[in-house]
């Protein structure tokens, strides 16, 4: 890094890539990812999460039999028998995070850690930025590049399969028997 110097479109001059950092522009779409890896090992500097929004949705995702996850806006009780055929869970989901990342230098990102609290790690519906979904245990307030949203499950329903057994003999239907209500006074 010692002497790299590129092209800032914001300055109209060219500056040293140490220099990126104290920019009020950082990180600025012209940084490949090579340079921003190489400041993040010589500068100091990490990523860390801003803020975590959070919004309500209603959404339900399906775990296909072949490891594939289905968004599906509605309920189960609406869901139509070729997609209920293909399944194997269901996983309900009421919310919805999304990350706001900055970077920061890696002393500052220490001190604002000492007093925030974590929700913890959780099973959650993650939405990556090229719009695929997986499923992971991860903890929301980790910052994590790569993710759009996440959608922590709230209740996740298993497919159950029931023995029945079915006599193929026919069945007829016997007549009820009525017998007479017991009076109250008699024992």
């Given at each position: 890094m010692k002497g790299e110097f590129l092209w800032c479109p914001w300055h109209q001059k060219s500056k040293a890539l140490g220099a990126c950092p104290k920019c009020s522009r950082f990180p600025?779409?012209?940084?490949?990812?090579?340079?921003?890896?190489?400041l993040e090992r010589v500068s100091g500097i990490i990523l860390e999460l801003a803020s975590l929004s959070r919004r309500k949705v209603s959404n339900m995702f399906f775990l296909k039999q072949d490891d594939t996850l289905l968004l599906?806006?509605?309920?189960?009780?609406?869901?139509?028998?070729?997609?209920a055929g293909k399944t194997s869970e269901a996983l309900?989901?009421?919310c919805c995070y999304e990350q706001k990342l900055v970077w920061v230098k890696a002393g500052a990102e220490e001190k604002r850690r000492k007093g925030a609290k974590s929700p913890g790690t959780t099973l959650s519906v993650v939405e990556t930025r090229d719009g695929a979904h997986n499923l992971h245990e991860?903890?929301?307030?980790?910052?994590?590049e790569s993710i759009s949203k996440i959608y922590p499950v709230k209740t996740r329903f298993v497919r159950r399969y029931v023995p029945v057994r079915i006599e193929i003999s026919?069945?007829?239907p016997s007549e009820k028997v009525r017998r007479p209500r017991k009076s109250k006074g008699s024992t």
């Open positions: 600025c779409p012209d940084l490949s990812s090579v340079q921003i890896q190489t599906y806006a509605g309920n189960l009780e609406d869901m139509p028998s070729e997609v309900e989901v009421v991860l903890d929301p307030s980790e910052p994590c026919e069945v007829v």
